[in-house]
């Protein structure tokens, strides 16, 4: 996909600071406030018995038993609410309550609960039970908005067992038709589709998967950092106003495979020998991009024997830059060192297929300067931040005005079981989504009030 604006690089992050003498628990906005206590069990309850994992992180593929556990709890909880539920047919999660005016799109407030192989308890669920936790302040309130609020669970968020990720952010979007989504197949065994796995555990729904057919008037997403500038920083909260760019490639080479004990150094097809040095040459491209990444994630090599030279490998890698000309670039240079290694070692390039990608962007003016405004007006200590890797508001933004929020995360950890966030910081993120979504709600009253 393409975006039709450039994004320049901030050269440093601007940090605006809050009164000295300020307690973060006492913030309100408009006199509503979300329960830290009430959201924190809510992450920690939730990991028992759909985590699948046993050192304290989270392993809640896609379409997995435990994902259909947390995906029942959640529908289960909405629906207590009173809040109208609905599945479409990617499997996302629509919970919505009514507001003033039913005939305009509701504000969406969404995210993902998938995680990767092992990840941890925040990357995702956050977002999502943040949205829960502003359905329940509203309904505990009795406070109705001017338009309806929907919390969102997009499916396949992460892409860890179904590649590419924020599928179904994707097809909603209009930027992935939904019959490929359907085929796309998981990374351990290629015969199971995610439309298979998603009819498995019962959530293959019929609600059509269109903004056009089920618009929002905005989204708004909570998220961790996944960095350490807001610890470093200090800051409480992150108003993110951009991404950064981002390739993933899928590449197979093929080779000859004989006998590693008889044949000679100078008369091999060694696949292998070929990738590794694509391996390294995808690390030296992304640290001469000085601010870019670069990373070989997955990586299969046949036949699996002590005595047999390998003539088939399979893998996976990722290029990410703020800066459009230097992504291509850093793009077009492994794509020529891959065909240019493989015509020295006497492999065929099987495959070199660009799976997913986004340029770098901005996320919408008006919906940012509403996380902005709850910031400040909250007192909150906030950096205005790029996103550095993919979410599915970075969709969302292509058809909706939409913004993220981002809370600090210990030594910018995450995609690991050392992932953490405070219960402090959690819920500051959770109060300033709250504080834009009031702020976009008035804007949108102004808008349709006659």
């Not at 936790?133 to 929907?150: C, M, N, Q």
């Not at 555990?201 to 807001?230: C, D, M, W």
């Not at 902005?372 to 007192?379: F, L, N, R, T, V």
């Not at 976009?440 to 009030?449: C, E, M, N, P, Q």
Request: proline share 4%.
């Amino acid at each position: 996909m393409s975006f039709l604006w450039p994004l320049s690089l901030r050269a440093s992050i601007r940090t605006i600071a809050r009164p000295s003498l300020f307690r973060r628990d006492s913030s309100t906005f408009q006199g509503l406030k979300v329960s830290q206590d009430r959201l924190w069990q809510t992450l920690q309850s939730t990991v028992h018995g759909t985590s699948g994992a046993k050192d304290g992180g989270l392993s809640r593929l896609s379409c997995s038993n435990e994902d259909k556990i947390a995906r029942d709890w959640f529908a289960n909880e909405v629906q207590s609410l009173g809040a109208k539920y609905e599945v479409d047919a990617m499997g996302s999660q629509w919970a919505t309550i009514p507001g003033e005016n039913n005939g305009i799109a509701p504000i969406g407030v969404g995210s993902h609960l998938d995680s990767v192989q092992r990840g941890g308890k925040f990357d995702g669920p956050l977002g999502v039970f943040t949205g829960l936790e502003v359905l329940k302040v509203l309904k505990e309130s009795g406070r109705r908005t001017f338009a309806p609020i929907s919390v969102i669970n997009w499916t396949n968020e992460e892409g860890a067992r179904f590649p590419p990720g924020c599928m179904s952010s994707a097809v909603w979007s209009g930027e992935l038709d939904l019959d490929h989504a359907h085929a796309c197949t998981d990374t351990m065994d290629r015969t199971i589709s995610i439309k298979d796995e998603l009819k498995r555990i019962g959530y293959l729904g019929t609600k059509e998967v269109s903004f056009k057919a089920n618009p929002l008037s905005a989204h708004f997403e909570i998220h961790i950092e996944q960095g350490s500038r807001l610890e470093k920083s200090g800051a409480d909260v992150g108003v993110v106003d951009s991404i950064q760019g981002m390739r993933w490639f899928d590449v197979s080479l093929r080779g000859v495979t004989r006998h590693t004990d008889t044949t000679y150094m100078t008369n091999r097809q060694d696949a292998l020998v070929g990738a590794s040095k694509v391996v390294l040459e995808v690390e030296r491209i992304g640290r001469a991009s000085q601010t870019g990444m670069a990373t070989v994630s997955l990586f299969r090599t046949a036949p699996q024997n002590f005595c047999n030279i390998p003539s088939e490998v399979d893998f996976s890698f990722s290029m990410q830059h703020t800066d459009l000309k230097t992504l291509q670039g850093m793009t077009k240079a492994i794509k020529e060192f891959v065909y240019a290694t493989a015509k020295e070692h006497g492999l065929e390039v099987e495959k070199f297929e660009d799976v997913w990608s986004f340029d770098p962007g901005f996320f919408d003016p008006v919906a940012v300067d509403c996380v902005e405004g709850a910031a400040k007006e909250m007192g909150f200590k906030y950096n205005k931040l790029c996103s550095h890797t993919g979410h599915d508001s970075i969709y969302t933004r292509m058809v909706c005005p939409t913004a993220m929020v981002f809370t600090p995360c210990r030594d910018g950890i995450s995609h690991s079981p050392l992932e953490y966030a405070s219960p402090e910081n959690c819920s500051v993120g959770a109060q300033t989504v709250l504080g834009a979504v009031l702020k976009y709600d008035d804007i949108l009253r102004k808008k349709f009030s006659p």
